[in-house]
């Protein structure tokens, strides 16, 4: 498959900016559900998980520039400002806490019987996120484009849409510039201060 999406053309003179670089990574962020269960598989909790994804990332305190979400993972790109662990836990913790409590709101019981594990040292008795869930740093401005069309392309290699753009719940029409009105999810593209020449 090709690349199709490259470095947008920003605006300088942002104020905070993230350098993608061996001292300040980025981190390509993969969170698969509990045995890969198809939990994000309706618009309503993928909606959920994107609210999710923008909570962390305001709580957090870092930039997001990609992301996908699938029926039973999700793939992101952020910031590295944090340490690894701390980013992934703010992104698995609310995106935990929002999709159960959709579950249970929702009165779905079968759903929620799935995810239903030993309750934990806080007591919760439910486990969404497979504790496999990895963040990998990205050192170069190449690396970051790699993971920025892999993230896009996941729809389209699994037979979900011909374009990467038509997926609703990615941000690949954020990178296009074709931002729809309703947009789920927007990134913090304007942080990204490439070094490359364009």
Not at 171 to 194: G, Q, T, V, Y
Request: glycine share 8%.
């Amino acid at each position: 498959m090709s690349t199709i999406f490259s470095e947008p053309r920003l605006r300088l003179g942002a104020t905070a900016m993230a350098t993608i670089s061996k001292d300040t990574p980025c981190l390509f962020i993969t969170t698969v559900a509990r045995d890969r269960l198809p939990v994000f598989r309706t618009d309503a909790l993928k909606s959920v998980a994107c609210a999710a994804l923008d909570e962390a990332r305001h709580s957090g305190g870092f930039a997001l520039f990609a992301y996908v979400i699938m029926a039973e993972h999700l793939h992101a790109l952020a910031e590295g400002t944090l340490k690894a662990s701390e980013t992934l836990r703010y992104i698995n913790g609310i995106l935990s806490h929002r999709v159960i409590g959709y579950l249970k709101e929702g009165g779905f019981t079968v759903s929620l019987e799935k995810l239903r594990g030993a309750p934990k040292g806080r007591g919760h008795g439910y486990s969404l996120v497979d504790h496999h869930s990895n963040a990998l740093p990205v050192f170069s401005e190449s690396f970051f484009m790699q993971k920025v069309n892999y993230i896009h392309l996941n729809p389209v290699r699994a037979g979900l849409v011909e374009r990467a753009e038509d997926y609703r719940w990615s941000s690949a029409r954020c990178w296009l510039r074709r931002m729809a009105e309703d947009e789920p999810l927007r990134m913090d593209l304007e942080k990204i201060a490439w070094r490359r020449p364009g």
